[in-house]
């Protein structure tokens, strides 16, 4: 008797494992856009993203062209001009933001490939970068 309660007892933790494992993981909730104030500066890390994406539309309802200088940001708002510098090559472009991504490890924006290729970001993938709104 033992036995069968026991095999029944780990039929039923596999089974709720399993259903947990299965469940759809909650949604990323951005926080509500703002109108970051011109000339304003900001300091962080930026990634770049591309290949995936191509194609597909962004947040804005747009779809992404990784050969544009475009970015996506979690909370400033669509159309939002931002010139963006690589802190370890001094190089800078201009991106418009037009993606929403989830600032998660402390990154601060996701620039198109195209953008990144311009300040030297594709190699080493993320880098410490100044933001100046425009």
Known sequence: MKGLLRAAAAVACV????AAACASPK????????VPKPGSVETGIASWYGPGYDGKR????ERFDQDELTAAHASWVF??????????TGKSVVVRINDRFPNHKGRMIDLSREAARR????????????????
């Open 27 to 34: 949604k990323y909730r951005f926080p509500p856009a703002v």
């Open 119 to 134: 300040i030297g970001l594709i190699g080493p993938g993320t880098g410490k970068v100044r933001l100046e709104v425009l």
């Open 79 to 88: 159309g939002t001009r931002v010139k963006v510098t690589l802190l370890s």
């Open 15 to 18: 089974s709720l494992l399993l």
């Open 58 to 61: 962004t947040s804005s309802g």
